[in-house]
């Protein structure tokens, strides 16, 4: 389990979170909603401690991390996986050394060990056939993939993923939640997910917050999200025409 | 304020790129690679610079020979203090400076954009070490060896242009740059090399290290760190030579 408590986060004048709390829990997948620049990205990185917070702490399994001290945050963030928005994939790398690249880093197994490790997270994303290939010449959603297998390589605790659809098609946006979801309950992981895409919500999330300028505006899950009273959760939700249609039918879960 | 806290920056990046970086099996991966994109993708370059460089400032000193009192040898002297006691280190540099520190900013900053450095720092690894370490180390290997191998091509370029013109037979000109031959003039310009490749790869590590944006932020980024680099060249040439000289 993930705690955040009270995190606030500003840079220099500019206040972009405040006071945010919320808890993460195990093998379900926690989503981040909200519109472009209402700082979904600063919390993620807040958390996973890119960002130091300017007041609050997170609890990772009862753990602080704002207070560990610099071994503790190394042990906390060798348990962490995540996926960034453009995938960033090492570009001097191919596919199968970019998945290796954790497991050379951290583990003393032997090459041939590390190659059949990356094999297997390739194969679980679903992707056998693109190991000596490098990022440049791969498409958007095997990117995504490649992230993901690197991303579990270390078999984390902790998955977050900023923005997992973000430039893809919409049948392929489908196959990478999917995937995010699987992996969620195989490993039972702590799941993040940052996204403004409504699709996402109602496919995979089980446990939402929407974050609006900042502050987190409501929690629930994606029964509660069609009767929320919050004003600016259901101008967000019901921005798309296609999901007023869906309100206005009474469209069933 | 502004410069101090650049500066201040600065250190404090470089003070992690020298912390023992964890546990970096890639450190002599890395290595290897820089030493081949620095090295040998600049041979080229730092040759044909320097024969020119060296036959332009023969082809000047004899020139302006004009008193029949001064030994035409001279011009082989002047040519071969010239080009090691400056051209070779600080031409050399300037140019690497464009070249490497163009090309440094340009990859790190571009890592930083597409959040790799992140990436680097979230898998716990000391991303300051890992990226900026093997570049100023293949740096520190390399330029001196390619300052060496441009004070050599000078001097050539020098006789090849005295001689081929027939402003100087060849024996006059390799009187000259036998003459009065100072190792400690070789060892000064080597200092200078060294700082010099720290300055490029530093800077140019730093200024990409913290660029935020996007492409065009990456591409004034690159350019600002060749100006920092050639301005701070051209500084610690003026301090060191003072220091080393006088
Ligand atoms: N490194 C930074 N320095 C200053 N401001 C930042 C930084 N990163 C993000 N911001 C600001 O924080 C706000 C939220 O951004 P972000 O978290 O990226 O939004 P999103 O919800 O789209 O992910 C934006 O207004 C942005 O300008
Ligand atoms: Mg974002």
New interface residues.
């Given amino acids: 389990m993930i705690e955040i408590k009270h995190l606030s986060k500003s840079f220099g004048e500019n206040q972009v979170l405040h006071q945010i709390d919320a808890a993460f829990e195990e093998g379900k997948t926690n989503l981040i909603i909200g519109q472009s620049g209402s700082g979904k990205t600063v919390l993620m990185?807040c958390v996973?401690?890119?960002f130091e917070p300017t007041e609050g702490d997170v609890l990772y399994s009862g753990r602080s991390f704002t207070q560990a001290s610099f071994n503790e945050k190394?042990n906390i963030?060798?348990e962490?996986g995540?996926v960034?928005?453009?995938g960033?994939?090492?570009?001097s790398m191919t596919v199968e050394e970019n998945v290796a690249?954790?497991l050379?880093?951290?583990t003393k197994e032997s090459r041939s060990e590390v190659m059949d490790r990356a094999d297997l997270c390739l194969k679980r994303v679903n992707l056998p056939k693109a190991h000596k290939l490098f990022p440049s010449e791969i498409s958007g959603g095997m990117k995504k993939r490649v992230a993901i297998a690197r991303a579990i390589a270390l078999n984390p605790k902790y998955l977050f993923f900023d923005e997992p659809n973000s430039g893809l098609d919409p049948r392929t946006s489908i196959l990478i939640d999917n995937l995010i979801q699987e992996i969620t309950q195989e490993y039972q992981t702590v799941t993040v997910i940052n996204t403004h895409d409504m699709n996402s919500v109602m496919e995979i999330g089980d446990k939402i917050f929407y974050i609006h300028k900042g502050h987190k505006h409501w929690q629930g899950d994606r029964v509660g999200i069609w009767e929320s009273p919050n004003k600016e959760l259901t101008d967000f939700v019901f921005a798309t025409r296609l999901m007023r249609d869906i309100r206005s039918k009474n469209f069933k879960l | 304020m502004n410069y101090l806290e650049n500066f201040g920056q600065y250190c404090l990046l470089m003070f992690r790129a020298f912390r023992q970086p964890?546990?970096?099996?890639?450190f002599r991966e890395q290595l290897v690679r820089e030493i081949d994109s620095l090295g040998v993708g600049s041979v080229g370059i730092i040759a044909i610079i320097s024969l020119f460089m060296g036959a332009v400032i023969a082809i000047q000193m004899a020139a302006n020979i004009e008193s029949p009192l001064i030994p035409m040898y001279t011009v082989g002297y002047a040519t071969r203090e010239s080009v090691i006691l400056e051209f070779s280190s600080t031409v050399i540099a300037l140019i690497l400076a464009g070249k490497v520190g163009s090309n440094i900013a340009s990859e790190i900053g571009t890592?930083r954009v597409?959040?790799?450095i992140?990436?680097l720092?979230?898998?716990?690894?000391n991303s300051a070490g890992y990226l900026i370490l093997p570049k100023i180390t293949a740096a520190l290997l390399i330029i001196p060896i390619l300052t060496l191998m441009s004070m050599f091509l000078g001097v050539w370029g020098g006789f090849f242009a005295c001689t081929l013109t027939g402003l100087l037979d060849s024996p006059t000109y390799i009187q000259g740059i036998t003459l009065d031959f100072r190792p400690y003039h070789l060892v000064y310009s080597l200092i200078k090399s060294l700082v010099f490749a720290f300055i490029i790869t530093s800077v140019a590590s730093f200024r990409g290290y913290y660029v935020r944006g996007g492409s065009r932020e990456v591409g004034q980024t690159s350019t600002r760190a060749v100006v920092n680099a050639s301005i701070s060249i051209l500084l610690w040439n003026l301090i060191l030579t003072r220091l080393l000289l006088l």
């Fill in positions: 990185k996973v401690g890119l190394r963030r060798k962490i995540m960034f928005q453009g960033a994939l090492f570009d690249f954790p050379r880093m951290f | 964890g546990r970096n099996r890639f890592m597409s959040e790799q992140d990436a720092e979230i898998m716990g690894v």
